[in-house]
């Protein structure tokens, strides 16, 4: 079974400044995805971010970048310029691509963005 | 946006009473999931699926059954409500692709008093 791990229950930045969360995972699987997720206040799950773990690139999409670390089973996510937006629950994930598609998620990072 | 619907999107029952929650995709995509939220504990999946009337328990599937009649219709039922389920819970769907992710629907908030 795959377990996700995210250390850090909350987090707090300052508008235009940078954060980065961490997540860690176990697996034996060789090929899967990985995803960070946001929920805002609305509840909503928004996809943030994917990872390919055969693709050595780390995945960039505007201010938010992922740090991929294969060997090591990391997976920390890089927020740019943040901005009061940003406020939310993130979450780190992780889908197995083999046999029968499960996705398992880490229990969560709030992050606030303050003035 | 994915086109996956859940209802209700609010229900408050009395424990010992039935009830099924409904998530509807327009997607046409094989994996269907439950999952329930609760503070402190992220997303823990229920039961999934990965097609029609094929279908696998997830870490927390106690009290809780499923079915898949067709391709977008995805019941999750609570065959006797407990306080303990008293729960936010999701439906995703998923499909492997160029672009592979699990699209969420809006939630279901369940109070059981």
């Known amino acids: 079974a795959q377990t996700v791990t995210q250390s850090q229950p909350e987090m707090s930045v300052q508008e235009a400044e940078t954060v980065t969360l961490s997540c860690t995972y176990d697996t034996s699987e060789n090929n899967y995805y990985l995803f960070w997720y946001k929920q805002p206040p609305s509840r909503q799950m928004i996809l943030v971010i994917r990872q390919e773990a055969y693709k050595q690139q780390n995945a960039t999409e505007n201010r938010f970048s992922v740090n991929f670390q294969k060997a090591a089973k990391s997976f920390s996510l890089k927020i740019s310029d943040s901005q009061l937006g940003d406020t939310a629950m993130y979450f780190c994930a992780f889908m197995r691509t083999s046999g029968y598609s499960t996705l398992t998620f880490g229990k969560g990072t709030m992050l606030l963005v303050s003035p | 946006d994915a086109g996956i619907t859940q209802s209700p999107r609010h229900k408050v029952t009395e424990t010992g009473t039935p009830v099924t929650l409904r998530c509807h995709q327009t997607?046409?995509?094989?994996?269907m999931y439950w999952y329930r939220q609760d503070p402190g504990h992220g997303l823990r999946l229920i039961h999934y699926?990965?097609?029609?009337?094929?279908?696998d328990k997830g870490e927390v599937s106690d009290g809780y059954s499923v079915s898949r009649s067709k391709t977008e219709d995805f019941l999750l039922t609570l065959e006797s409500a407990t306080s303990s389920q008293t729960s936010v819970y999701f439906c995703a769907i998923s499909e492997f692709g160029s672009n592979t992710e699990a699209f969420f629907g809006q939630g279901t908030r369940l109070t059981v008093v």
């Open positions: 997607e046409n995509h094989r994996y």
């Open positions: 699926s990965y097609g029609v009337k094929d279908t």
